[in-house]
């Protein structure tokens, strides 16, 4: 039985992957933490939007800020979010519900994978289920791309803003999930152009 759900699995990522880019919908999401620690540390605030047949859907936006945040740590200086704007925010469970929605039957997109452990892990302390289809790593797309090309990889290469820089994407401030989501959501947009050369990018060719 086991086995038979592992290769039921596999199949269905297989033919996930041969979907053409436009004919798949995808939420890019945005999280700033109080840390890179998992195990330690907290989602401060979280956005996301959508992106459906190859354009981005700006009414699809939610930017939310966890209230329940224990320690800022640096955040007021990194994010811009301090004690009073917790105040204003919304509860993990309800951030959860909502992402849990957007995210149905779409494939999650973020620039590091760092974000979906997080994604897990709140899932895991509200019982929410998050199922993306599959998930695309904006950065590890660049990174690929970047060494087919031969360039070396420097120590800040692969940042958002040094990402969007190559493909003459405008500067946003970065830091701010909501502004980040957008900003990734174009960048996902001008690689798979960039990728395009006269061919049909399929899922696969992202991962």
């Not at 966890?66 to 800022?72: F, R, T």
């Not at 087919?148 to 946003?172: E, F, H, M, N, V």
């Amino acid at each position: 039985m086991f086995v038979k759900r592992w290769w039921q699995k596999v199949y269905k990522q297989f033919q996930l992957k041969q979907y053409e880019f436009e004919a798949l919908n995808y939420l890019v999401v945005d999280i700033e933490l109080t840390g890179l620690d998992v195990k330690q540390s907290e989602i401060v605030s979280i956005a996301w939007l959508a992106i459906e047949a190859g354009r981005i859907d700006l009414h699809s936006a939610q930017y939310h800020v966890h209230k329940d945040v224990k320690a800022l740590e640096q955040s007021p200086i990194y994010h811009g979010i301090d004690e009073s704007m917790l105040k204003d925010g919304a509860s993990l469970e309800h951030i959860m519900c909502n992402l849990s929605q957007a995210l149905d039957k779409k494939v999650l997109v973020c620039h590091s994978a760092l974000d979906w452990p997080f994604i897990k892990q709140a899932s895991a302390m509200t019982s929410i289920s998050v199922e993306p289809l599959c998930m695309v790593d904006t950065m590890a797309i660049e990174k690929k791309r970047l060494l087919s090309c031969g360039q070396p990889i420097a120590g800040d290469s692969l940042t958002l803003a040094s990402c969007r820089k190559r493909y003459q994407l405008p500067d946003y401030q970065t830091h701010h999930a909501l502004t980040d989501a957008l900003a990734t959501a174009e960048l996902l947009l001008a690689q798979v152009n960039a990728m395009n050369a006269g061919k049909r990018i399929k899922l696969a060719d992202l991962m």
